[in-house]
């Protein structure tokens, strides 16, 4: 088994989405639980697709299947705080993705979670693995770190 990860810094994300907690992200425990950091990491990275016109995901042609993901927990995080995602692109191939996100409360310096999220590109119709797109390879290269 590898050794645990060390929480990132800031600096080391490309992009940043501010994402509000709501009250129904806590548990029982008076945190965020984990399943939701999951939905954030899918909603930082898939709006700022749309938002750089790399991502239609009514009319495209070309969607992305989540085929890995992995997140380790560092600090609590809790409604009522704001959580900034940072993004950024580990590995891109012919027709996959490893995004890297990064949760800060906001204002923080150190994550208080960090995991990935790896997508396969595939035809809408046939499901197929596809060419990564030209427009999705831009907004790509400029989250590659």
């Known amino acids: 088994m590898s ?39 899918d909603t930082a990275v898939n709006a700022l697709l749309i938002e750089r016109g790399a991502l239609d995901i009514h009319h495209g042609t070309t969607i992305g299947f989540v085929v890995e993901t992995q997140c380790n927990y560092f600090a609590p995080l809790a409604f009522p705080q704001t959580v900034e995602a940072g993004i950024r692109v580990a590995y891109a191939g012919s027709s996959s993705v490893r995004y890297e996100i990064a949760l800060f409360a906001e204002g923080a310096e150190t994550a208080a979670a960090q995991g990935h999220f790896v997508h396969v590109y595939v035809d809408r119709e046939t499901q197929r693995p596809v060419r990564l797109p030209a427009a999705l390879q831009a907004v790509l290269d400029d989250l590659r770190v």
């Open 3 to 41: 050794a645990r990860p060390s929480p990132e810094l800031r600096s080391s994300y490309r992009a940043f989405r501010s994402i509000p907690t709501r009250w129904a992200d806590n548990d029982m425990y008076g945190h965020v639980n984990n399943v939701v950091y999951y939905g954030w990491f």
